[in-house]
């Protein structure tokens, strides 16, 4: 069994490279984004709960994440292995879900992060605004988003790193590029 999680700011390309990862490697993908956006979609009791959050661009508390991510795991028991994508994004949850994967008795085994400095992401977001009419209050929200990631979520790469559990990949470039990097990175 091989658990990955891929890492990476908003706008790193990590939803086009778990695409090509799971066609590769049959993993169960665990996407938090995906999992609230359905739940909001669905107007679940945990979709109303979350939706302001998640408008607003800030990070959904981690007792409510980590109760989801538990039982999407509960679904999957007879998965190969899972690429968690958008989770952990605290130490928090990283703690919670090394617990998780060791109650099924396995681990996380590799953390790849793709790199992507806060400026690039910043101009990449500037030049798609030239060519999109996104409203103000979307603007916003990303901004925040972004804040996010560089403000609270990068504080889980050291708690991985110190476990040597960590490898970093250059997130600039060519998507079939990055994806072989992702791959050797993976296998290595
Ligand atoms: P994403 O598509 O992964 O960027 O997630 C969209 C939104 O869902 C985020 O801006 C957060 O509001 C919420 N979210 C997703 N994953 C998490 C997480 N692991 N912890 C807290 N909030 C999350």
Redesign the pocket.
Known sequence: MLNLVLFGP?GAGKGTQSEKLIARYGFVHI????L??WHTANNTELGLR?KE??NS??????SI?IDMLNEELKKNPDAKGFLF??????VA?AEALDKFMAEKGTAIHKVVALDVSEQEIRDRIAKRKLTSNRADDEDDKLNK?IN?YFTKTVHVLPFYEKQGRLQTVNGIGEIDVIYGNLCAAIDS
């Not at 996407?31 to 995906?34: A, H, K, M, Q, V």
């Not at 661009?57 to 981690?62: I, W």
């Open positions: 908003p996407s938090t984004g995906d609230f956006r979350v959050i998640m661009g800030e990070l959904v508390p981690d994440t994508d958008g989770f952990p994004r605290t949850q988003r996010e």
